[in-house]
């Protein structure tokens, strides 16, 4: 199973670095987004600050719907999705690949907007680093794993662009919560860092829970 999820990430980020179409979108609109805060917040007031944990999860919210949209949409279009089907390999397989293909894109758009939006707010951590990476990383993963299955859920409707944000947000948004917070509270106020493990445990369960959910549940989805 997992080598068949392998293989099929593989595939999906080969294709993505022949064509780059869906990381430069998400790129181009994270950058997008981060210039609209810039000029829309004065950088040198200190009270800005607090809108930084907002934008960083705008910006991976967004940009990871856009990549969630493409991901059983471009198998849809090319007639592939019946030949991964009917392969000799498990439908959690297919789930898990592109759940690895998005997340992996999903660390890119991070890696190459969260430093040019400190730079450009002149934030400066003192302290946290290594939080702050941890709540990224499994606040990415809830929303991406549950994404992806409901990706697979939408894909198969006409109006799938538009119906996978109405089925995401109410899904994930605990998740969203418990990172904003939890972001906000390792920014700013890193001595109250036991409120901010708090949000870190709370997401942490759900992400497994929901994982777990998504990777039983799958096939019913893929067979519709």
Do not use: H
């Not at 198969?156 to 089925?167: F, T």
């Amino acid at each position: 199973m997992i080598r068949s999820a392998l293989l099929i990430a593989k595939k999906d980020l080969y294709s993505e670095l022949k064509t780059k179409q869906v990381l430069a979108t998400m790129i181009i609109f994270a950058g997008l987004v981060i210039l609209v805060f810039s000029f829309a917040f004065d950088p040198a007031n200190n009270t800005t600050k607090a809108v930084i944990p907002g934008v960083i999860w705008v910006i991976i919210v967004f940009s990871g719907i856009l990549g969630l949209n493409r991901s059983f949409i471009s198998e849809q279009r090319n007639d592939t999705m019946q030949g991964l089907m009917i392969a000799p390999m498990d439908a959690s397989s297919i789930f898990l690949g592109k759940f690895l293909a998005n997340f992996s894109m999903m660390l890119v758009v991070e890696l190459v907007s969260l430093p040019f939006l400190f730079l450009l707010f002149d934030f400066q951590m003192y302290g946290g680093f290594g939080y702050l990476i941890l709540v990224l990383m499994i606040g990415s993963f809830g929303f991406i794993s549950i994404g992806t299955f409901l990706a697979a859920l939408a894909a198969n409707s006409k109006s799938s662009e538009m119906l996978l944000p109405l089925l995401l947000f109410p899904v994930t948004s605990p998740i969203l919560i418990g990172a904003v917070q939890a972001t906000k509270i390792i920014l700013t106020n890193i001595e109250k860092l036991s409120s901010a493990m708090a949000w870190i445990q709370l997401i942490s369960a759900y992400d497994v829970i929901f994982f777990v959910l998504c990777f039983i549940l799958i096939e019913n989805v893929l067979e519709v």
